[in-house]
């Protein structure tokens, strides 16, 4: 049986992360407290931060970035878009 949390991002009892995704006591208290779909959703936006602030991630600081970023993701609510970030354009469905 799956292992199951109270996932404070998603504020319901969802299927568990099978190991801590990250090291240390953050990695474990996203573990603890977040659900395999609320870090998809993470996972997303890591992407969309990455791709849209050109970082690198062998830089120091934009690790940092990313750590804090997560952080406001996962447990404060704190879903905004970067400024400026807009979609890619999605094709047309049924058009040419």
């Not at 870090?39 to 991630?57: K, P, R, S, V």
């Not at 600081?61 to 750590?67: E, H, P, V």
């Not at 999605?90 to 058009?95: E, F, L």
Request: aromatic fraction near 10%; hydrophobic fraction near 35%.
């Amino acid at each position: 049986m799956a292992r199951t949390v109270n996932c404070v991002k998603l504020k319901r009892e969802l299927p568990g992360l099978e190991k801590p995704p990250y090291p240390g006591e953050l990695g474990q208290r996203i573990y603890d407290n977040v659900s395999q779909a609320a870090w998809d959703q993470w996972m997303q936006q890591t992407t969309i931060l990455i791709n849209h602030y050109g970082l690198t991630l062998a830089d120091p600081q934009a690790q940092d970035f990313l750590r804090e970023q997560m952080i406001a993701f996962l447990f404060e609510d704190d879903t905004e878009m970067p400024d400026g970030w807009t979609p890619a354009l999605q094709p047309a469905k049924g058009g040419s």
